[in-house]
């Protein structure tokens, strides 16, 4: 969110100008000559322009902080898993999907599969993962996904894919 305010206080003055303009255009009455039109277009490609760079830009760095979490997935997944285990000490901890198949992309979620010797509740899975994110202080995008199931869930689990159970 930080990166969205100091966008906006660097485009300040163009917002400003842009505003203006519509205020401008919306409730006075003008007549436009063609050095105006081509003012007016001028100005809308250089606001098309900065927004479209500065989202690029944006976007771009959000990938690369995604992928560095992403490359830091098994001290992630050890930690959980011994977050998960004050817990519930005869719980199995389990990473599956894309990061263990090798075919993650910047796209990609840890997907933490935490398996309890019975059917939790709403409440309880709730209980978990939220301990397991205060546990590791991971920022919100953090891309790490936690499923809470019974051991008699994990079979399906097993058919969707390759599971790496997580021992730390």
Known sequence: ????????????????????????????????????ARDIVSFVRKVIEALSRSYSEILAELLG???RLLEDWKRIAAEAARAVRELYPDA???VAGSLVEGRATAASDIDLLVVL?????????????????????????HPLEVHVVSRSDLEKYRRRGRLVEVTG
């Open 92 to 94: 199995r901890v389990y």
């Open 1 to 36: 969110m930080e990166r969205v305010r100091d966008y906006a206080r660097r485009r300040r003055p163009l917002f400003s100008e842009l505003e203006d303009v519509y205020i401008a255009a919306r409730y006075t009455p003008r007549v436009y000559t063609e050095e105006d």
């Open 65 to 67: 902080e995604r992928r």
């Open 117 to 141: 010797p019975h059917q939790p509740t709403a409440r309880e899975a709730a209980m978990v993962i939220a301990h397991i994110w205060e546990k590791l202080g991971l920022p919100l995008s």
